[in-house]
């Protein structure tokens, strides 16, 4: 193979682009070559923007107690009023206020709108970061050192200008003048007792009013002054925030000299609901509205809030909500429960989930690590051919994971370069541990063993907030299930919130029925008995899915009454598509599917989930209130299936994978039979005589010939690898070629092994044929190994998913109905077929034959998964015999050679 063959096998170089969202902000980097630096470059772009500012000094560097008040003062200036900030968005606004309240600036808008002054507030008192009247008590207290500036009104959480702004000033800042437009935003109450429900508000915003006015009216305050705002919660660019009012007794403390920050106490019913959202203490009814001064734009951004966005959010705060949303589907998807590829995926990936979750609940950042397991550790095969139980089965499909960049798509594998183990790491905002996970399960890809990792705590976090209530030692139980260590002192204080939440609600919940269910426990899974039987209907087609297939449905769920005789469409797709076999969809669902072929509809009923997930589900809650007490009716159509690779079905149902025992396979009779020279026929990507290279073998030359030039330079690339970098090795030649396994060509004659495993079948039955006589009349090794699938097996690796095959004794068997396990397959012989090929075969040739298989057992029906005749010759011929070697036969190209000279050197292309 010349240079420019390796070049094309080369990866084409990514280029980077990172784009940093922030709060205030959104900026895009540089186009870089590395990820590392396209992120540095964002980040850097992103300290120049929030270090425009003029008084911008590193706060660290002074007091922050001197820096708070510079930053104050800064606010107040005449230049700022016409800026950018969404702080000065607020000033402009308060220049509108009537009568006392004209240029008033409540205190909590100058915390929760000015990062910096929110930051130093932290910096001055930790606690800030989670009761935001903290950092009010901390600027009225600065107001005092910035007399002759600033001033706060009498008994008013407020501040003002001293000197009023140059008139030119005001107008050049282009305040809005007076207008009648009034402009409705709709928000959300949210009150403080349990009891009550979650109900939609109007705020009738008028473009010239300041907005925190209508909402200190609807929190029942006389003005902007005593509402306290929380952070802004949902994505990054939001708006949204919640909105409470202050306490008499509250302002009192705040306003009084002598408060001391250190022990407020808030008189106040805390609002759990409202608290879960933002992280934040949030005391008695609160308004959650999306409303407020942008970076974007000099004018108010608003957009509605509505009952179902409000349910939405309270769903994402859980993974399993939070994948439920990124499908669209909330009342059909569900997390799965492995990570099988990325390709069969959908929606969004765990680490994604992860991190947003992580964002959502005030913990820092996950921090993954991977581990590339060495060669060896990784190839180290139990001897024993253990079939697994359907359940287990999906969990090992994990293990070897298809879809390395060395894998072909046709069932062949290479040997694993080396796999990786990823630990996922979970910490407070303080760095403190919380969540710790090591799986065992070992992946090709660093990516899935990433992905597949976080799914394994996501999975952990599901199950938490599915039972808040678990008692200490069963958390710990079913983390350590999933490989997780769990710092429980640190995870229940991050999570006190939702554990209190959960307890008021079970106190509010005794005697009357909430009209909304808990709103911590989002999963539902639902047993048999919950389930009509479903009603199948259109005639059977014989497609039906396999565990590992990827099925599109196109579905329809209602809310009905009982009788059904009122219905409202709640949920709808023309396509959905899923992995089926890994809890993708709703149970009962994935129970429904596997019972159908393609063609055929369906319907079932089922009870209501837990009403957020309908709440979320539909946009007008008013309009189905009155079914909230009914249940759910699906309507599915299978549209397709498509059938999971060769592949990736025997890894699923076999540990090893069944191509790993057939190498194995031959590998224990190159062993006995202390062959020095092999030829593999239809060698593929080399997964053979790569794996022969893991073993110390008698072999000293290997021979490969495959008519796929894809797939052989995949074989070179590997094996020149392995080959240049092993000294001890006793291989002193390999050859691949490329040519046709039907055709003569005297390189391949006089070996003592020969292998052929799972190729005939890829060839039309003639040609197979023609090849076993070819193989043993000309090429004559003194055995030839032949495998290829048992075609009665494939009920078994079909039958991996439940279907109604004897509820239905009248439709086709299976047998007939089921397809091949590869679409380039041309046939697939029962063991009666293949015993006929091969006993007649040998029976030609002076060959004896025996029979075994791998997969399963042979002497349980339906026999092996792939069977095997071992043919040997039984007479030696003499080298007379043997067709002379004339080079016009040679009808073999020459596609890599290696030679043991060739060793730690660039490799040569000879012939
Ligand atoms: N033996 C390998 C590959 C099996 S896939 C393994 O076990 O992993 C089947 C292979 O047979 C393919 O690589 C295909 O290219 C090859 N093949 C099919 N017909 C062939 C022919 N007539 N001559 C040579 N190779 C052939
Ligand atoms: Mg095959």
Not at 266 to 286: M, P
Not at 313 to 337: D, H
Not at 371 to 400: D, F, G, N
Not at 505 to 524: D, F, H, I, R, V
Request: charged share 25%; hydrophobic share 35%.
């Amino acid at each position: 193979m010349d240079a420019q063959d390796w070049q094309f096998l080369r990866k084409v170089p990514s280029l980077f682009r990172c784009r940093l969202e922030l709060p205030e902000f959104t900026v895009v980097s540089d186009i870089c070559k590395k990820k590392k630096d396209a992120e540095q470059s964002a980040a850097d772009l992103a300290l120049k923007m929030l270090g425009n500012n003029p008084t911008d000094e590193n706060p660290s560097e002074k007091d922050p107690c001197d820096a708070l008040i510079a930053r104050i003062k800064y606010l107040f200036t005449d230049e700022f009023l016409s800026s950018f900030h969404p702080m000065s968005g607020h000033l402009r606004a308060a220049l509108q206020r009537k009568g006392g309240l004209y240029g008033l600036i409540p205190a909590s808008v100058i915390a929760a709108c000015d990062t910096k002054t929110s930051n130093l507030c932290k910096l001055l008192n930790t606690e800030v970061e989670s009761k935001p009247f903290l950092a009010l008590s901390l600027i009225m207290r600065a107001i005092p050192r910035l007399s002759g500036f600033v001033v706060t009104s009498k008994g008013q959480l407020s501040i003002q200008k001293q000197n009023p702004y140059p008139t030119e000033i005001i107008e050049s800042s282009d305040i809005q003048q007076c207008s009648t437009e009034s402009i409705l935003v709709k928000a959300i109450q949210i009150p403080a007792s349990l009891d009550e429900t979650i109900q939609p508000v109007t705020l009738d915003i008028s473009s010239s009013g300041y907005y925190l006015d209508v909402i200190a009216q609807k929190l029942g305050v006389t003005d902007a002054s005593k509402v306290l705002l929380s952070r802004t919660i949902g994505k990054a660019s939001s708006e949204t925030r919640l909105y409470f009012a202050a306490s008499e007794s509250l302002v009192m403390e705040l306003l009084s000299d002598h408060a001391n920050v250190k022990d407020f106490h808030v008189k106040g019913l805390l609002n759990a609901r409202a608290s879960y959202f933002c992280g934040q203490e949030i005391y008695g009814d609160a308004i959650m509205a999306s409303v407020g001064y942008t970076w974007r734009s000099k004018e108010l951004f608003h957009e509605d809030v509505s009952l179902q966005s409000y349910y939405r959010m309270l769903i994402s705060k859980i993974p399993n909500g939070n994948y439920k949303l990124s499908r669209e589907a909330i009342l059909t998807a569900e997390l799965p429960s492995v990570f099988t590829t990325k390709a069969n995926w959908r929606g969004s990936f765990p680490r994604e989930i992860l991190c947003t979750f992580c964002r959502q609940h005030q913990l820092s950042e996950p921090i993954f690590s991977p581990t590339s397991i060495p060669l060896k550790a990784s190839c180290k095969l139990p001897r024993s051919q253990k079939k697994l139980k359907v359940t287990e089965a999906a969990e090992l499909a994990t293990e070897y994971t298809n879809g390395g960049s060395l894998n072909a798509g046709d069932g062949e594998s290479v040997g694993l370069e080396s796999s990786f183990r990823c630990e996922v790491k979970v910490f407070s905002k303080g760095q403190d541990l919380i969540i710790e996970c090591s799986p065992k399960e070992i992946y090709k890809k660093q990516s899935d063993a990433i992905q597949s990792a976080s799914l394994q705590v996501l999975s952990w976090l599901n199950a938490y907030f599915k039972d808040l209530g678990m008692p200490l030692e069963k958390l710990n139980c079913s983390a350590d299930a999933l490989d997780i260590r769990l710092t429980s002192e640190n995870f229940l204080k991050e999570f006190a919130l939702c554990q209190s939440l959960h307890n008021v609600q079970q106190c509010g919940n005794q005697g009357s029925k909430l009209p909304e269910s808990k709103s911590t426990n989002m999963e539902y899974t639902l047993s048999g008995q919950d389930v009509c039987l479903p009603n199948i209907e259109g005639s059977y087609s014989g497609v039906c899915p396999s565990s590992g297939s990827l099925l599109c449905i196109s579905y329809s769920v209602s809310l009905v009454t009982e009788g059904g005789h009122t219905k409202e469409l709640i949920e709808s797709k023309d396509e959905f598509e899923f992995e089926i076999g890994n809890g993708t969809v709703v149970s009962t669902l994935e129970g429904v599917v596997t019972q159908m072929s393609v063609g055929q509809c369906a319907h079932f009923n089922m009870n209501l989930p837990p009403h957020e997930f309908i709440l979320a589900a539909v946009d007008d809650p008013e309009k189905i209130v009155s079914l909230l007490s009914s249940g759910l009716e699906y309507h599915v159509t299978l549209l397709r299936v498509t059938e999971p690779s060769e592949e990736r079905m025997e890894q699923a149902l076999f540990s090893p994978p069944l191509s790993k025992q057939r190498v194995e396979y031959a590998v224990q009779h190159i062993k006995k039979s202390s062959a020095t020279t092999l030829v593999d026929f239809g060698c593929g990507s080399g997964s053979l005589l790569d794996s022969l290279l893991d073993y110390p073998t008698s072999l000293e030359k290997m021979v490969g010939a495959d008519l796929s030039q894809k797939s052989l330079s995949r074989a070179a690339k590997i094996l020149h690898t392995k080959l240049s970098a092993k000294s001890d090795a006793g291989i002193k030649s390999a050859i691949l070629y490329h040519g046709s396994i039907t055709e003569f060509d005297p390189r391949l004659c006089g070996f003592d092994i020969g292998t052929c495993l799972e190729v005939i079948e890829h060839m039309e039955e003639e040609q197979a044929c023609l090849f076993g006589d070819i193989a043993l009349s000309y090429f004559r090794p003194k055995v030839l190994i032949v495998s290829t699938p048992n075609y009665e097996y494939n009920v078994i690796l079909q039958r991996s998913s439940p279907t109604t095959q004897e509820e239905d004794p009248d439709e086709k068997s299976l047998s007939q109905s089921c397809k091949f396990r590869n679409h380039d397959h041309k046939f697939e012989w029962t063991r009666e077929q293949f015993n006929h090929w091969a006993s007649k075969l040998a029976e030609r040739h002076h060959y004896s034959v025996e029979f075994s298989g791998v997969g399963g057992s042979g002497d349980v029906e339906p026999g092996f998964a792939s069977q095997i005749a071992v043919f040997k010759q039984e007479s030696h011929l003499d080298d007379d015999d043997l067709p002379t070697q004339e080079n016009s036969s040679q009808h073999c190209k020459v596609i890599w050679e290696w030679n043991c000279n060739d060793r730690s050197v660039p490799s040569s292309t000879s012939n």
